[in-house]
């Protein structure tokens, strides 16, 4: 090949971030989906942290993305009766402390705002791309699709999710055993709904609010138009391979129809204007194994968690800029790097990244169990979660070789760049 070159495949949150961070590293890349347009429709509700947040103000695109943001203001804990347990203005103080909100996104909102900031984008993007094969060859790759059509590049990065289909390639081409057999690697102790609808005046914006019975819980995330609505209950754990749709949702949301969720509003009157909704089974775990030849996981392709937290895009992008570090450092030394060097190179980024992502896997497991376990709400102890995030977000990772003038709390960011002498100071 004339120059190196990025297959990406996978065009939600995390690709699309990956995207723009080969853009300003000056990595070339195409940006492949199998869907039939970015966003997906429906698109419901991503939440990220604020070291996500100044990521974005390094890809120049902070801006762009807090025009569609709707930043987390507090969390309200009510019993089923409808009385306030507790509130927090955690997620402000978060703020305070790393000089970037904390916010929910329409999904689709948020797509189309870095699409928007993406440069030759047609030629760039391209849907439709049902990825069925990679055969590796001298220094690179051919990716095929299953409209017949195909590409070359240097390497396959996986941001196709779940069920990820640069996953089952690197399995397939594997020595037999090093991937796990079973068609699901991860398995799920707890199932929910997933469910968006107009939100409604009742509700104030910004606002995580969660209500506990017996084994189950429901949080309602209120952001600029839509309230975002999950509900979490527990299962025997199960590897079955379960995908979104309608399964039991109707029969996940009865217990909970006549319960308030706000003055004057029961979740029953949200399920019933909700705009889309489904099932799954929750999966959870780290995968021991991210890469194979010239095929390497991000995201939720690698490790998955439960969605209490919002943490799994946000590790998905903590995961695609540490990638795109080694590639940037790997390519200043050599231009068209060897299989082995490669390989070097994903083994360095998985050991980066694999203790963050078990670190967060944990910490999800945990919340969720206090939310639904029989000492629920467990408010007290849920706050030992929150402090065990804090070093995390501290330590999130930034391009390391483009300067920014970022802003700064109260806490000081572990991982540092070139930047301009002074420091924009967060407005409290």
Request: aromatic letters at 8%; a neutral charge; one cysteine or more.
């Amino acid at each position: 090949m004339e120059s190196f070159k990025v297959i990406v495949v996978g065009a939600g949150p995390v690709g699309m971030v990956l995207a723009h961070a080969l853009q300003v590293s000056g990595i070339d890349y195409v940006l492949v989906e199998q869907r039939s347009q970015i966003p997906p429709d429906p698109a419901y509700g991503l939440f990220l942290w604020p070291h996500i947040m100044r990521i974005f103000h390094q890809l120049g695109l902070l801006e762009a993305v807090l025009a569609v943001a709707q930043p987390m203001i507090e969390a309200v804990h009510r019993s089923i009766d409808g009385s306030v347990i507790h509130r927090s203005r955690g997620f402000e103080e978060l703020g305070a402390l790393f000089g970037y909100p904390m916010a929910i996104f329409n999904r689709g909102d948020f797509a189309s705002a870095l699409m928007s900031k993406l440069e030759n984008k047609n030629q760039r993007v391209k849907t439709n791309k049902r990825l069925t094969n990679v055969i590796h060859r001298d220094n690179g790759v051919t990716v095929e699709f299953a409209d017949g059509t195909t590409e070359e590049a240097s390497i396959v990065i996986g941001c196709d999710g779940v069920w990820s289909s640069v996953r089952d390639q690197m399995k397939a081409k594997a020595p037999k055993g090093l991937f796990d057999e079973n068609p699901n690697p991860f398995q799920a102790p707890h199932a929910g709904v997933f469910a968006k609808a107009l939100c409604p005046k009742e509700l104030e914006r910004g606002r995580n609010i969660n209500v506990y019975q017996d084994g189950s819980h429901v949080q309602v995330f209120t952001g600029l138009r839509e309230a975002q609505i999950i509900v979490y209950h527990r299962i025997p754990t199960s590897r079955t391979k379960t995908f979104f749709g309608q399964n039991d949702a109707e029969e996940a949301a009865k217990p909970w129809m006549d319960v308030p969720v706000g003055d004057g509003i029961t979740f029953g009157d949200l399920w019933r204007n909700k705009i889309a909704g489904g099932s799954a089974n929750f999966d959870e775990g780290v995968l021991p194994w991210w890469h194979w030849g010239r095929m390497v996981l991000v995201g939720d392709a690698a490790h998955k968690m439960n969605p209490i937290r919002g943490a799994g895009a946000c590790c998905g992008i903590e995961d695609a800029i540490a990638l795109v570090n080694g590639l940037s450092r790997l390519l200043h030394s050599d231009s068209n790097p060897s299989d082995r060097k490669l390989r070097q190179s994903f083994l360095a980024y998985q050991y980066e990244r694999e203790a963050a992502a078990k670190l967060w896997n944990d910490i999800s497991a945990l919340n969720l169990e206090l939310c639904i376990g029989a000492n629920q709400p467990a408010l007290k102890a849920q706050s030992v979660a929150d402090y065990r995030t804090i070093p995390l977000v501290a330590n999130g990772p930034i391009l390391q070789n483009i300067p920014f003038d970022e802003k700064m709390g109260f806490v000081s960011w572990t991982r540092k760049t070139r930047k301009s002498a002074d420091k924009t100071k967060a407005r409290l």
